[in-house]
């Protein structure tokens, strides 16, 4: 799974609690191409806000067994506290790698995404890299549920007047389970520390995220 940062918390204060679900919907298109939809909705603000939704749909290449490079377009909207809803457009590239040494074992996964942002009203391209590492962890036994745990930093490549400055820009930490419910539906509930970087005050978002993905 990948994600996105959610916009920051209006709240006074440096720390806020969200809550988040993120469904991601795949399908084969022939041997080598899948289709993918991503769906996200946010909650800020202690969770009694729906300020953020994202729809993403792209394209993913099989190279072979590991590697596999893709691209597509997310829509993005915000609703800032007291503000006018704010819409943002993203074209990206990606490229994935996937070692797996069985299919019971540990694995481990990485994407690195290249975005190009493009906000409504706004002048300025914000170009931005991304890079997630993810360990899918066994429990042993005869169970089927994993331990997830993923890391994504994202690094602003230029400045807009809109996306702030050039540099780390944000963190993303996840700890959580992931549970298989049939062959086509995974479920992965856990927490996500979202750590919006700003020089001198730092905003940490707490995120009770439920992720979902199905396998058409």
């Given amino acids: 799974l990948t994600l996105l940062p959610a916009a920051a918390s209006a709240q006074a204060g440096n ?6 679900t993120y469904v991601t919907i795949s399908a084969p298109v022939s ?12 909650l800020t603000d202690n969770a009694e806000r729906a300020s953020q939704y994202l729809i993403r749909p792209s ?8 590697f596999a490079v893709g691209g597509g377009y997310a829509y993005l ?3 800032p506290v007291g503000g006018a809803a704010v819409n943002e457009h993203r074209v ?16 481990l996964s990485t994407t690195t995404r290249l975005e190009q942002r493009f906000e409504e009203d706004s002048d300025g391209t914000a170009w931005r890299l991304r890079h997630q590492t993810r360990l899918d962890l066994p429990l ?48 992965e509930p856990g927490y996500l520390n979202f750590r ?21």
């Fill in 15 to 20: 720390e806020d609690f969200q809550v988040w």
């Fill in 31 to 42: 041997e080598k191409v899948d289709a993918t939809l991503d769906l996200h909705a946010a």
């Fill in 59 to 66: 394209l993913s290449f099989k190279l072979d067994d590991r």
């Fill in 77 to 79: 909207r915000r609703r």
């Fill in 92 to 107: 990206f590239q990606q490229v994935r790698f996937r070692l797996r040494k069985e299919d019971a074992g540990l694995q």
């Fill in 140 to 187: 042993g036994g005869r169970t089927k549920v994993r331990a997830v745990l993923w890391n994504e930093p994202f690094y602003s490549l230029n400045s807009t007047s809109w996306s702030g400055r050039r540099g780390f820009s944000a963190m993303f930490n996840f700890a959580g389970l992931s549970i298989p419910v049939s062959k086509q539906v995974t479920l």
């Fill in 196 to 216: 919006v970087i700003v020089p001198g005050r730092d905003r940490v978002n707490h995120v009770a995220g439920l992720f979902a993905a199905v396998r058409l």
